[in-house]
Nanobody
Framework: QVHLVESGGGLVQAGGSLRLSCAAS????????MGWFRQAPGKGREGVAA????????DYADSVKGRFTISRDNAKNTVYLEMNSLKPEDTAVYYC???????????????????WGQGTQVTVSS
């Protein structure tokens, strides 16, 4: 089982940057595919970025490509989401998710993730 805790959210002006972190418990973090999702007020949760267990494979939503970067440090049991050139439409609660997998894979769909963090609020002002 994995316990996930997100941090790094906050209020930032449009064009600014934030770095989200997701710390995971457990000894087998390197066996988990990880993802970041977000949910804006009044909207459903959507995928933002995903990363394979080694970090060699990544995937991004079209809306964040070129602006966001997902990475992981398996020695620290942590996955990151570097967010640059933030826009007001990036305002949302951001969640990280984890799923143990038997091979290197990127998981894009939220239904395939078993473990979720509690979320961290990101607010981008115009």
């Amino acid at each position: 089982q994995v316990h996930l805790v997100e941090s790094g959210g906050g209020l930032v002006q449009a064009g600014g940057s934030l770095r989200l972190s997701c710390a995971a418990s457990g000894r087998t973090f390197s066996s988990y595919a990880m993802g970041w999702f977000r949910q804006a007020p009044g909207k459903g949760r959507e995928g933002v970025a995903a990363i394979s267990w080694s970090g060699l494979m990544t995937d991004y939503a079209d809306s964040v490509k070129g602006r966001f970067t997902i990475s992981r440090d398996n020695a620290k049991n942590t996955v990151y989401l570097e967010m640059n050139s933030l826009k007001p439409e990036d305002t949302a609660v951001y969640y990280c998710a984890a799923q143990r997998v038997p091979f290197q894979v990127v998981i894009k769909t939220q239904d395939e993730y078993e473990y979720w963090g509690q979320g961290t609020q990101v607010t981008v002002s115009s």
